[in-house]
């Protein structure tokens, strides 16, 4: 692989509604990855309960800690340096791992590493369970689309921990215009899942939604497309008591795939990509992973489902690269519920 220094990473990711625990090898080859969903509880709220959310944090950081350490037949002295998701994110979610994480370094005198939630989404695309064979690694430069619950962006990745942001989402994030759509067409929290399985069964050209038109090439925008299918929803609303939910769903999750593959593929040349990654939550997607996967102008790499949506062994990868860059945060180190990717 890299000539970097052999290294052993910890991660703890709690910046939205999954407590999360990885370990890691030399920031690719996962020994061990747990993560404790909230989903149920917060599916009741229709979304994410942001107190309900740390508290439940709370509870579940040690075990998760404990689990994933036992998973991968170590204990903490096995350990290198300590990763933790600093932001973006929930304030209050962020908080209780970045304290795990401090905790354990003060404790087991170890270097700590801050690490961007986005970043991380990225270097999904590098891990592999322990055991397999190591796919290639992603080549730089890479166009890598970032589609998660809270963000929709385009970045030139240059080389390791080199980014140039190309584009991003004007309003809402791809997985935010899921669930935003979802809950109009009754279909729960979280909707991207849910959209997915209705539109198995729908037609995507029974409706034509519109795919925005903006100023800026490389950015992208959701709400226009949210309020078209609104209003769609309440004209056939008037007519009939029953909604053609599959064909919404599909007619909605064409006009989100097509928008977000066809820039991507456009950056991709434009700025000569050798290589395309499609990371974060709404890359679990099975239309937009098929449009990806169809054609044959780039290699495309998009992880496992495991991996698309919040997790720990992202964070520890990314870790990886921070600490064998020499790139350590100060034990005094803050959340940052907004920080972009830099
Ligand atoms: O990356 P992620 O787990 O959390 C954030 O960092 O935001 O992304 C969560 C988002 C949610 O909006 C969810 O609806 C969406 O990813 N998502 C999907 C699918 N699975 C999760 N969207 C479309 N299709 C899916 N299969
Ligand atoms: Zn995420």
Redo the contacts with the bound molecule.
């Keep these: 692989m890299t000539d970097l220094k052999p290294a052993r990473i910890l991660a703890i990711e709690t910046s ?1 509604d999954e407590t999360a625990c990885a370990v890691i090898e030399n920031g690719r080859e996962l020994l061990a990855s747990t993560v404790a969903s909230q989903m149920e509880i917060h599916a009741r709220f229709g979304g994410v309960f942001p107190e309900v959310a740390s508290r439940q944090h709370v509870l579940a950081i040690t075990p998760v800690i404990q689990q994933t350490l036992a998973a991968a037949h170590l204990s903490l002295g096995d350990v290198d340096a300590i990763a933790v998701t600093r932001g973006p994110g929930l304030a209050g979610s962020l908080v209780v791992g970045v304290n795990a994480a401090k905790g354990l370094a003060l404790g087991l005198g170890l270097p700590l590493v801050g690490v961007n ?1 986005l970043e991380g ?1 990225l270097y999904s695309a590098w891990v592999y369970n322990a055991g397999d064979t190591p796919p290639d690694e992603p080549q730089f430069p890479l166009m890598a689309l970032l589609v ?3 963000h929709t962006e385009l970045n030139l990745m240059i080389g390791h921990l080199e980014y140039q942001r190309l584009g991003a989402t004007q309003d809402d994030a791809a ?2 215009a ?2 935003k759509v979802a809950r109009l067409i009754d279909l729960g929290y ?4 849910a ?2 399985r209705a539109a198995e069964r729908g037609d995507p050209h029974r409706f034509n939604f519109p795919r925005a038109k903006l100023d800026s090439p490389w950015d992208f925008s959701f709400s226009g497309l949210k309020t078209a299918v609104m209003r769609e929803v309440r004209g056939l609303e008037k007519k009939s008591n029953t909604l053609p939910v599959p064909d919404l769903a599909a007619s909605f999750q064409a006009a989100v795939v097509d928008a977000l593959y066809e820039k991507t593929m456009d950056a991709a040349r434009e700025y000569r990509a050798k290589e395309i990654l499609v990371v ?3 890359s ?3 239309a937009l992973r098929q449009a990806f996967l169809n054609q044959t102008e780039f290699r495309v790499h998009i992880p496992p489902i495991a991996l698309c ?2 997790n720990a062994a992202m964070i520890a990868a990314a870790g990886y690269y921070r600490f064998a860059h020499g790139q350590t945060s100060s034990l005094d180190m803050d959340v940052q519920a907004t920080w972009p990717l830099s």
Excluded: L
């Excluded at 979280?190 to 899942?193: E, L």
């Design positions: 939205c939630h989404h998660s619950g809270g997985g935010e899921f669930d979280p909707g991207g899942p959209i997915q974060g939550g709404v679990a997607n099975q949506t919040d």
